[in-house]
């Protein structure tokens, strides 16, 4: 069984400009969750969705955004970037389909996007 | 505010040993707690999951414990080896929300 599959891997991007990561979780998963890792605040959850809507939603700024497909596969963008959105995002997915199983399911997590803002 | 800590930041031992990781929060009202593995630049892997009702949880060569009423949870790896070498991360489901500790740095000297 495949696991959770995100790319690109690797990105380099420029203040101001946008970028879109995506996320393809294991196969009859369907809820998604977003992280971002950083050496200061370390991880940190951005949101989740589950059956292409958003359940949970973390603090971070508007420009954070995501959606979710039919087939469960799931992008988040982050618009206007600036150097501080320099992290390792992580996606994770999750068997559990009650509301709260992000936080009651075991998570399964991909090898993330590493995104450096210059 | 649910806050989780970690203790110690890092840990060096040497091949062989038996080592206890520590996991601490703060609000005993959680729905479970996880530890994970992440070793460097990778993403993260699920090593053991317990639900707010279990006081343990075993897979291999690691066990880990929960006690609610004192916010403690840890992690005993059994006879370490160099692979275990990892950041070792505990996250508690609360409060509709996941938080997560700043983790333990192991290395296992060979």
């Known amino acids: 069984k495949a696991g959770v599959t995100q790319t690109p891997r690797y990105l380099i991007k420029t203040r101001g400009q946008q970028v879109t990561l995506s996320c393809s979780p294991i196969?009859?998963?369907?809820?998604v969750s977003w992280y971002q890792q950083t050496p200061g605040q370390g991880l940190q959850f951005l949101f989740e969705?589950?059956?292409?809507?958003?359940?949970n939603k973390g603090n971070f700024p508007g420009r954070f955004s995501g959606r979710q497909f039919s087939n469960s596969r799931s992008e988040m963008n982050v618009s206007t970037l600036e150097l501080g959105d320099s992290a390792l995002y992580l996606c994770?997915?999750?068997?559990?389909?009650?509301?709260?199983?992000?936080?009651?399911?075991?998570?399964?997590f991909g090898e993330g996007s590493r995104l450096t803002v210059l | 505010k649910q806050e989780v800590t970690q203790i110690p930041a890092a840990l060096s031992v040497p091949e062989g040993e038996n080592l206890v990781l520590n996991c601490s929060f703060t609000?005993?009202?959680?729905?479970?707690l996880q530890w994970f593995r992440q070793d460097p630049g990778k993403g993260l892997t699920s090593l053991l999951l317990?639900?707010?009702s279990q006081r343990e949880q075993t897979s291999g060569r690691l066990n880990a414990s929960l006690d609610k009423s004192s916010g403690r949870s840890t992690l005993y790896i059994a006879a370490s080896q160099p692979g275990d070498s990892a950041t070792y991360l505990c996250?508690?489901?609360?409060?509709?929300?996941?938080?997560w500790g700043a983790g333990t740095k192991l290395i296992i000297k060979p």
């Open positions: 994770a997915s999750s068997p559990s389909e009650g509301t709260g199983s992000l936080w009651t399911g075991e998570l399964f």
């Open positions: 196969s009859g998963h369907r809820s």
């Open positions: 969705y589950f059956s292409e809507t958003q359940r």
């Open positions: 609000d005993s009202a959680i729905y479970n």
């Open positions: 317990i639900q707010s």
């Open positions: 996250a508690v489901g609360s409060n509709y929300q996941l938080i």
